[in-house]
């Protein structure tokens, strides 16, 4: 029998509102560009032929009310809030009518970007994974289960740093809706239970600094609450 060389530490589960089990990540995929002012403001269009994807570790998740050190290799950290969408069920090649079916629930997101480093992989027409995918990058907030949230309407989504409102939008701003995005991510994954997508932010990005905290909140949803330390 085959036994492991090292042992390697487990994601962490996201807790889940009024539950004592968590909820265990498996895969983490985020849309880009899915509110049409977040785009305009980084000088980009967004492309309304199909949504597009980038990826996180599930070692990069961090759970609200943490205190993490700010990010190694650059000067120029930027938060996004995000509504999260947990999935409970396989999908795939789901139709649009039939993607909600594998949802299980909701949550706050951030999804903390190495700008100055995502800039230069774009200049180079290379991948963003070392401005996307790094230890704390994915910070999420408790869960709330589907039927507890309702329909996916214009729910506020909003982030204060230091108790300044920088972001604030409706989930009814999104360029693709949920159902649409589990629809034709389905088609080159087999999703299902453990998977997350972050489903793209509102205007209002910025940059984070030692000693930022961040605030974020969806109607809804339970908040999620996040302080920067000092450098990693």
Request: hydrophobic share 40%.
């Amino acid at each position: 029998m085959t036994t492991p060389l090292f042992d390697i530490p487990a994601p962490p589960l996201v807790p889940i509102e009024g539950a004592a089990r968590g909820y265990p990540v498996r895969r983490i995929f985020c849309v880009g560009r899915n509110y049409a002012a977040h785009a305009a403001e980084m000088g980009n269009e967004v492309d309304r032929e199909a949504p597009f994807y980038f990826t996180k570790s599930a070692h990069a998740l961090c759970l609200s009310g943490a205190t993490i050190p700010y990010p190694p290799g650059t000067e120029d950290c930027h938060h996004e809030m995000e509504f999260v969408v947990a999935l409970g069920a396989p999908a795939f090649r789901v139709s649009e009518a039939g993607a909600m079916a594998a949802v299980w629930g909701y949550g706050c997101g951030i999804d903390l970007t190495r700008r100055d480093l995502q800039g230069q992989a774009k200049d180079k027409r290379r991948p963003w994974d070392l401005g996307k995918d790094f230890e704390n990058a994915a910070i999420i907030g408790a869960l709330t289960p589907r039927a507890a949230f309702g329909e996916i309407g214009d729910q506020a989504i909003r982030l204060a740093v230091d108790g300044r409102e920088a972001q604030a939008a409706r989930l009814s701003d999104m360029v693709w809706s949920v159902p649409e995005i589990i629809a034709h991510l389905s088609r080159f994954y087999h999703l299902g239970a453990g998977d997350l997508i972050y489903t793209g932010t509102p205007a209002g990005v910025g940059p984070v600094g030692p000693g930022n905290v961040l605030e974020g909140e969806i109607d809804g949803l339970a908040p999620l609450r996040v302080t920067i330390g000092a450098g990693a």
